[in-house]
């Protein structure tokens, strides 16, 4: 796995917004390799999207190891590296833009983005908006300050207590269907990114972050070289809580659904999936077929 220590260097709350400073206009655009063209999905692709050649997809960058910047200050990542090779498989170049994922979904709507790539579980509310194509299932984990201070060691240790989350995801939800009984319920606090809610856990604004499980895992191994974070294993959730699939999201009614579930079959069917997936140490989250609106 080629890991960026994306998180490395946060210490401080200004380091966290130096962080998104630095991201702010971060963009990619990879061209097209003819070659891994797959007939049978290009045609599926909608008039609009192969006259301009063109997809343009929103992510909040970064949120590492789904998308993240390296070095170079260019965009990689899981959900970067699959979009290009969907991208390649259509013929279209994919172009990467960052976007707050709270305006996510509204940025789709006014036609500022064609796509969503950006680690966004797929469920009923959102499909409301959106047609998701499943690539991805994972659960959410608790990242705790190194030595976990305040003893969290399941959902229910935060009865009373203050949890963090990134805003508008679906963590906020699990945080809230918490029975606490006669304790007092768990207060949510929610921040723009991953970066400043990482940052506010190391300024003890919560006693723990619930995220995505892959994100939760890298951020627990990559920050501070691993000297800031430790991973919470709940016995009765060992794979993380409430395990769900992931989708690319388009417009609902956007055909190019279709297309995009045509090509990611293709890219499994010949091991270009699990070859990406490996690469960041991600081969437990596959999916084994590509659904579209598979959360029920």
């Not at 991208?87 to 833009?97: C, D, I, P, Q, S």
């Not at 305040?150 to 699990?174: F, M, P, R, W, Y």
């Amino acid at each position: 796995m080629s890991k960026k220590t994306i998180f490395s260097a946060i210490a401080v709350l200004a380091t966290g917004a130096l962080l998104l400073t630095g991201c702010a206009a971060g963009t990619a655009t990879n061209g097209t390799d003819n070659s891994k063209v797959d007939a049978a999905a290009a045609k599926l692709v909608p008039a609009k999207y192969t006259d301009k050649g063109e997809i343009n997809v929103a992510s909040d960058i970064p949120y590492a190891p789904m998308e993240l910047l390296d070095d170079a200050g260019n965009v990689t990542g899981f959900d970067y590296d699959l979009f290009q090779a969907i991208g390649a498989k259509l013929g279209l170049k994919v172009t990467f833009e960052k976007q707050a994922f709270d305006t996510i979904i509204a940025s789709l709507e006014s036609g500022n983005h064609d796509a969503v790539a950006s680690a966004m579980t797929d469920n009923v509310e959102r499909q409301a908006k959106l047609d998701f194509v499943d690539y991805f299932s994972a659960g959410s984990s608790l990242v705790v300050n190194k030595g976990n201070p305040d003893g969290i060691n399941s959902l229910a240790d935060l009865c009373g207590k203050t949890a963090v989350i990134e805003s508008a995801t679906v963590q906020g939800d699990t945080l809230k269907a918490v029975d606490c009984g006669s304790k007092p319920a768990i207060n949510v606090l929610s921040f723009p990114d991953e970066p400043s809610t990482l940052n506010a856990l190391r300024a003890n604004k919560g006693s723990a972050f619930l995220i995505d499980s892959p994100i939760a895992a890298e951020a627990v191994q990559t920050a501070g070289g691993g000297k800031y974070f430790d991973l919470v294993v709940d016995p009765a959730a060992p794979t993380g809580y409430d395990s769900g699939l992931f989708g690319f999201g388009v417009v609902k009614g956007d055909k190019l659904a279709e297309a995009i579930q045509a090509a990611l079959n293709s890219l499994i069917a010949d091991g270009t999936y699990k070859t990406i997936l490996e690469k960041y140490n991600l081969a437990s989250f596959a999916v084994t077929t590509a659904t579209i609106n598979g959360a029920k």
